[in-house]
Every structure is written in C-alpha cells, then in structure tokens.
T-cell receptor, first 115, second 112 residues
Framework: SAVISQKPSRDICQRGTSLTIQCQVDSQVTMMFWYRQQPGQSLTLIATANQGSEATYESGFVIDKFPISRPNLTFSTLTVSNLSPEDSSIYLCSVETYRGGNEQFFGPGTRLTVL | DQQVKQNSPSLSVQEGRISILNCDYTNSMFDYFLWYKKYPAEGPTFLIS?????DKNEDGRFTVFLNKSAKHLSLHIVPSQPGDSAVYFC???????????FGKGTRLHILP
C-alpha cells in the first residue's frame, strides 16, 4: 500500500487569495491525481500529475486556476488560485500503484473554506 | 451527466443484518468497478472491486455483485458491524483509461 500525507489538513482563506496543498507519498509513484469533493457531490478529478510532464486537466479545470507541480516521484502540490467561496471543498491527493493489481490510495484530504 | 449513480444518499441497517448498497452506471465502456469506504476526515480507502467479466466477487463480509445487462452493481455487507458506518463510494473505470469516475456516495449507519 501507499501512505499519503497532505498539508494543510484544513484552512480558512479569504476571497482572492491562494492556497497551496502539499501531497507526500511514502514511495515512488508514477501517477498522482488531484480530486475535489464539494459538499454533497462525488469525488471529481481535477488533474493527473505525472513527474516530468505537464499536468493533464479534466474538462472544467484549467492550469491558471489550479496550477500543479510534480517535482519528483513522491511529491506534488496543488494550488487553488484566486479563491472564491465556490472553491470551498475537500481536496484529495491520490496515487495509483500496480503492485498485485491496480489499486488507488487517497490522502486524508484538505478541507478548504473560503470566506 | 452523471455516469455513476448512487441514488440513496443514506441507509440505516441494524447491526448483524445485511447492508445492501446499490449503484447504477450509464457508460457501457466501464469494465472495472470499485467500492471505496470513507470515514470523516480521512481519504477514501479501497474496499473491493470487480471486473466486468465477473458477476460476483467476495472478500470476507463484503460481496460485490455486477449485473451488466442492467448496468447495476451492489455491495453486500453481512453481517453489518458498527465500524461499517461510513460513506461508501461506487466507482468505475475504463481499463485503458486511468480515470476513475465516482458516484456521490451513500452514508451507511449501522444501528445498535
């Protein structure tokens, strides 16, 4: 299995500011994913972050709003820029491993509240 | 367009009885289905999966059934235990695509 930690676990931010979320994995993984879970909604994929290449964004998500870094195989950051109350959500980092079959592991999530 | 649907936002089951969580999907290209369990303030954890070539997969107290013709799957938990109280997400993927599509989740309450 993969152990994933996220920082911060929660934050309250003012409108117009930005928040950078860090994701650290205890092993090297090729594929890392960033998800969002808005209140009452399902987990929605924001982007896929592969080391050494640009992140791939899903429909409805753009790099200017959600810049992602992936400097190595164990770490990634997601920044949520120009915050508005609609960005209030839980943001989760996830990785996929192929040891003994495809398995996906999630971090504990970062709860963001935008005032 | 919601491709994975969990129509029951919550479910209450007596401890010791069977819990049945349902999930419907619309995309016929899905060929792998997963269930995740999520406790508050934690990320989802993988519970059980099933390939589209099977109609049943069992792991201890958890069994997933797949009805491809109805595009329906269900998770059975028997016997239900207090620690099973959590939100359960149904998810699906296309084998050649790494993306997983999640349902909205069903909150399961196990009653004493």
């Amino acid at each position: 299995s993969a152990v994933i930690s996220q920082k911060p676990s929660r934050d309250i931010c003012q409108r117009g500011t930005s928040l950078t979320i860090q994701c650290q994995v205890d092993s090297q993984v090729t594929m890392m994913f960033w998800y969002r879970q808005q209140p009452g909604q399902s987990l929605t994929l924001i982007a896929t972050a592969n080391q050494g290449s640009e992140a791939t964004y899903e429909s409805g998500f753009v790099i200017d709003k959600f810049p992602i870094s992936r400097p190595n195989l164990t770490f990634s950051t997601l920044t949520v820029s120009n915050l508005s109350p609609e960005d209030s959500s839980i943001y989760l980092c996830s990785v996929e491993t192929y040891r003994g079959g495809n398995e996906q592991f999630f971090g504990p999530g970062t709860r963001l509240t935008v005032l | 367009d919601q491709q994975v649907k969990q129509n029951s936002p919550s479910l209450s089951v007596q401890e010791g009885r069977i819990s049945i969580l349902n999930c419907d999907y619309t995309n016929s290209m899905f060929d792998y289905f997963l269930w995740y369990k999520k406790y508050p303030a934690e990320g989802p954890t993988f519970l059980i999966s099933i390939s589209s070539i099977k109609d049943k997969n069992e792991d201890g107290r958890f069994t997933v059934f797949l009805n491809k013709s109805a595009k329906h799957l269900s998770l059975h938990i028997v016997p239900s235990q207090p620690g099973d109280s959590a939100v359960y997400f149904c998810a699906a993927r296309v084998l050649w695509d790494d993306k997983i599509i999640f349902g909205k989740g069903t909150r399961l309450h196990i009653l004493p």
